[in-house]
């Protein structure tokens, strides 16, 4: 029983951290669920009895650190630093996550919020950033994602313009839009391989820019989800946060591994 379960565990969970051959099914799944238990606990048992208010400020507030967290991902990749499953996904979730909660406590305690939080992450994210600047290869991936990722933001900063919505969702619309940006620009021109199980199949099928209409659905379906599934507005918002968080992590994450994998 107990090796069937080990060779589960391995199997689903454990090699793909290692072995980079991504999602399944079942890890997506249960990652899923995951995810949902956390926004939603981290909200009612932290940040509303911590009476922190979510809006801009939050999410300036959480950005350094998930710029740490994303950056010292692909250090890993980049055969920078040695892997470690707290700094492999989904461990450097974890990872950070514990790292920014003595900070957001210590803001709300203090009355100094989110100076301490802002700070601390912000330390973290210049330590990796100064790793990842000394070991990169080549910029051009980078150039790549910004142009595809402003050629993005355009039509939607315009319909923004004509019809807007919540602002703190449009802060995670662009997120993901930076993330397709990185993620085209590795399938499109460095014959990256797509590690979504869902995905990996549309960009075999379509091409990589079939990213754009798919992402724009998803996105589409949880505005309205959320707006109609989760009442209390400030929740709402939190929920807006952690998509914005799913965004920018890999927006973060996938040119920065390109940039130190590839020379030239």
């Known amino acids: 029983m107990l090796e069937s379960l080990w060779q589960f565990l391995n199997q689903y969970f454990i090699e793909p951290m290692y072995t980079r051959e991504g999602y399944n099914p079942v890890n997506t799944f249960v990652y899923a669920f995951l995810f949902g238990l956390g926004v939603t606990y981290s909200y009612r048992y932290i940040i509303r009895p911590l009476k922190i208010k979510v809006d801009e400020r939050l999410f300036w507030a959480v950005t350094p650190m998930v710029v740490f967290g994303a950056t010292v991902r692909a250090l890993v990749d980049g055969g920078v630093l040695k892997p470690n499953p707290w700094i492999l996904t989904p461990g450097i979730f974890f990872t950070a ?46 150039e790549l994602t910004l142009i595809h990722t402003i050629a993005s933001w355009i039509p939607v900063l315009l319909y923004y313009r004509w019809r807007p919505f919540d602002k703190l969702y449009l802060y995670a619309v662009l997120a993901h839009l930076f993330d397709m940006g990185s993620t085209v620009a590795g399938l499109q021109f460095y014959n990256y391989r797509e590690v979504h199980w869902i995905e990996h199949y549309l960009v075999q099928w379509f091409g990589p820019y079939i990213y754009y209409p798919w992402i724009a659905l998803i996105l589409i379906v949880v505005y309205y989800g959320l707006k109609y599934l989760v009442t209390d507005e400030e929740e709402r918002r939190f929920w807006y946060l952690a998509i914005y968080i799913l965004g920018l992590g890999p927006a973060i994450r996938d040119p920065a591994q390109m940039i130190l994998q590839i020379s030239g």
């Open 97 to 142: 996550f514990f790292l920014i909660l003595p900070a957001i406590f210590a803001d709300a305690k203090l009355g100094t919020y989110p100076k301490i939080t802002i700070g601390w992450g912000t330390v973290l994210a210049l330590w990796a950033n100064y790793l990842l600047v000394t070991h990169a290869k080549s910029w051009r991936p980078y």
